[in-house]
Antibody
Framework: EVQLVESGGGLVQPGGSLRLSCAAS????????MNWVRQAPGKGLEWVSY????????HYADSVKGRFSISRDNVKNSLYLQLNSLRAEDTAVYYC??????????????WGKGTTVTVSS | EIVMTQSPATLSVSPGESATLSCRTS??????LAWYQQKPGQAPRLLIY???TRATGIPARFSGSGSGTEFTLTISSLQSEDFAVYYC??????????FGGGTKVEIK
């Protein structure tokens, strides 16, 4: 079964740090680009970060640039998101999602269930 | 950045009726648009990609159309499990990847 499982969320104080993980199984992880997407309480979906198959290309949303860092380990079939200098507005459920890039279309076809990050004093 | 506008914000529909959801982009994305369904407490699920291609396992009552800047998701004969929030997303001109604000389909 194709599956993504996030972990590492929790309660952290403003200015603190957290490292999220996403464990992939059921598919060849190294063959796919990946994304992190977040959803603040009661709000819509917000793309956070992208990493290519070999980590050669990385992109961030302006809202997290310079504070968050995405990485992956294709041996461990895992995706990571390092969250630094956290702010209250970073409070959200964080999802990892597999990204299919075809010649004409791209889309996120597999999603994890998410891990919750709460930034509060 | 491509801005995505979904309308209406909320759609009240009776079971068995059809629903038409709209997504507009601030500039052309060709056909590189996806639709996702999200139920409370669950992750989003891919419904449509390439504006009109149903994802694996998605029932035929879901259909997508449009190109350029105007897109539509139609759900025919709504079932109880279809009441959810629906998001469109463009993957044509990025970063950033952008989502619409969502349309909530609720029971009338």
């Amino acid at each position: 079964e194709v599956q993504l499982v996030e972990s590492g969320g929790g309660l952290v104080q403003p200015g603190g740090s957290l490292r999220l993980s996403c464990a992939a199984s059921g598919f060849t992880f190294s063959s796919y680009s990946m994304n992190w997407v977040r959803q603040a309480p009661g709000k819509g979906l917000e793309w956070v970060s992208y990493i290519s198959k070999s980590s050669s290309a990385i992109h961030y949303a302006d809202s997290v640039k310079g504070r968050f860092s995405i990485s992956r380990d294709n041996v461990k079939n895992s995706l990571y998101l390092q969250l630094n200098s956290l702010r209250a507005e970073d409070t959200a459920v964080y999802y990892c999602a597999r990204f299919r890039i075809l010649s004409d279309y791209s889309y996120m076809d597999v999603w994890g269930k998410g891990t919750t990050v709460t930034v509060s004093s | 950045e491509i801005v995505m506008t979904q309308s209406p914000a909320t759609l009240s529909v009776s079971p068995g009726e059809s629903a038409t959801l709209s997504c507009r982009t601030s500039q052309s994305v060709g056909s590189n648009l996806a639709w996702y369904q999200q139920k409370p407490g669950q992750a989003p699920r891919l419904l449509i990609y390439g504006a009109s291609t149903r994802a694996t396992g998605i029932p035929a009552r879901f259909s997508g159309s449009g190109s350029g800047t105007e897109f539509t998701l139609t759900i025919s004969s709504l079932q109880s499990e279809d009441f959810a929030v629906y998001y469109c997303q463009q993957c044509n001109n990025w970063p950033p990847l952008t989502f619409g604000g969502g349309t909530k389909v609720e029971i009338k």
